[in-house]
Every structure is written in structure tokens, then in C-alpha cells.
């Protein structure tokens, strides 16, 4: 009798199975769909900017003033969102190499998180005082 064999190929199938589970499309890329549409291009240089790269919003909580723009700019290879989590705002996709902004009018703690890769902790907070 032959015990069952696990391969690589297999353990790897089992990977982009769980990874895919929070990919917004049902694209074969794991992480995403390739980053090829965009908003605007990026190059905001305000102090007020998140950066998306490693599959992370850096920083991960930024707080700032009632009124301030909060600017997205997608550092990484693959598209991301920034997407409330209550559905104040949400970028829509965000490709490599541009940005995404929004206007804070209210105070409040506002979490949010990338639609494509939420399933792998692509999370943050915007702080409003």
C-alpha cells in the first residue's frame, strides 16, 4: 500500500488558494490584478502621505487635522486600494508608481485596508483631531 505523497506543487496550489481568498478579481495572480490602471500619477511630496509597499501601508496609522488630504502612493509591484472600513472612501485600484487621495472633514479613527490583499493583514488607520 502507498502512503500519499504531498508535493511541492501541490503545498503551492494550497498557498495561492488561501492567498487569492481576499484578491478582489479572480485573476490567476495571487496578489492582485497587475498594476495597470491608475488615478493619478504620484510625486506628492505633501507630509501627509502613506506609502503602499511590501504589501503594507507605511505608516500604518498616520493622524492628521480636520481638512487635511491624506495622499495613497502605490510603491509596490502589484495594484492596491485604500478602502474604508466603513465606506467613507475608496480609491478604486491604485497602480505602481501612482496615487490616490481623500479629504478628512470629520474627527474620528478611521480603519482601513487594501480590498486586494486584506486577507494578508494590508491594513491601517487614518486619525482625524
Same mark, same amino acid.
Given at each position: 500500500?502507498?502512503?500519499?505523497?504531498?508535493?511541492?506543487?501541490?503545498?503551492?496550489?494550497?498557498?495561492?488558494?488561501?492567498?487569492?481568498?481576499?484578491?478582489?478579481?479572480?485573476?490567476?495572480?495571487?496578489?492582485?490584478?497587475?498594476? #495597470?490602471?491608475?488615478?493619478?500619477?504620484?510625486?506628492? *511630496?505633501?507630509?501627509?502621505?502613506?506609502?503602499?509597499?511590501?504589501?503594507?501601508?507605511?505608516?500604518?496609522?498616520?493622524?492628521?487635522?480636520?481638512? #487635511?488630504?491624506?495622499?495613497?502612493?502605490?510603491?509596490?509591484?502589484?495594484?492596491?486600494? *485604500?478602502?474604508?472600513?466603513?465606506?467613507?472612501?475608496?480609491?478604486?485600484?491604485?497602480?505602481?508608481?501612482?496615487?490616490?487621495?481623500?479629504?478628512?472633514?470629520?474627527?474620528?479613527?478611521?480603519?482601513?485596508?487594501?480590498?486586494?490583499?486584506?486577507?494578508?493583514?494590508?491594513?491601517?488607520?487614518?486619525?482625524?483631531?
Amino acid at each position: 500500500m502507498r502512503s500519499p505523497l504531498i508535493t511541492v506543487g501541490t503545498i503551492t496550489l494550497a498557498f495561492l488558494v488561501l492567498v487569492c481568498a481576499g484578491c478582489k478579481n479572480d485573476s490567476s495572480n495571487p496578489y492582485g490584478p497587475p498594476a #495597470t490602471s491608475s488615478t493619478a500619477p504620484a510625486g506628492n *511630496s505633501a507630509n501627509n502621505v502613506v506609502v503602499m509597499s511590501g504589501m503594507t501601508f507605511n505608516p500604518a496609522q498616520i493622524t492628521v487635522k480636520v481638512g #487635511t488630504t491624506v495622499t495613497w502612493t502605490n510603491n509596490d509591484g502589484y495594484a492596491h486600494t *485604500s478602502t474604508s472600513d466603513s465606506g467613507l472612501w475608496d480609491t478604486d485600484v491604485i497602480a505602481a508608481g501612482h496615487s490616490a487621495s481623500h479629504q478628512f472633514t470629520t474627527a474620528g479613527i478611521y480603519p482601513y485596508h487594501c480590498t486586494y490583499h486584506v486577507a494578508m493583514g494590508m491594513k491601517g488607520t487614518v486619525v482625524v483631531q
